[in-house]
Nanobody
Framework: QVHLVESGGGLVQAGGSLRLSCAAS????????MGWFRQAPGKEREFVAA?????????DYGDSVKGRFTMSRDNAKNTVYLQMNSLKPEDTAVYYC????????????????WGQGTQVTVSS
């Protein structure tokens, strides 16, 4: 069992940057693959990034964020991060982090645990 809490969202102008954090409870955090997803009003939940539990070389990104967003994790702090650069108005959404005991995945239902989300709003 793991409890996830996101933070770092807010309002930013287009072209700006934000860093989201996801703090996890539980002593076995380093055994979970972690993902970031986002959901805009009226749209389906969209894959942003996912990483394996130990090797950051195995990090996948959604096509819409490749080259702009970077996911990282600090197992010692039980925290994952999402650095978002060159933000666009279309990045506006609620951002969720998620954890799975399985393999990293771009599919939301593969994740057993979810945070409550943090709002990111990018103004033009």
């Amino acid at each position: 069992q793991v409890h996830l809490v996101e933070s770092g969202g807010g309002l930013v102008q287009a072209g700006g940057s934000l860093r989201l954090s996801c703090a996890a409870s539980g002593r076995t955090f380093n055994r979970y693959a972690m993902g970031w997803f986002r959901q805009a009003p009226g749209k389906e939940r969209e894959f942003v990034a996912a990483t394996t539990w130990s090797d950051l070389a195995y990090t996948d990104y959604g096509d819409s964020v490749k080259g702009r967003f970077t996911m990282s994790r600090d197992n010692a702090k039980n925290t994952v991060y999402l650095q978002m650069n060159s933000l666009k108005p279309e990045d506006t959404a609620v951002y969720y982090c998620a954890a799975t005991t399985g393999l990293r995945s771009s599919i939301p239902y593969k994740y057993e645990f979810w945070g409550q989300g943090t709002q990111v709003t990018v103004s033009s």
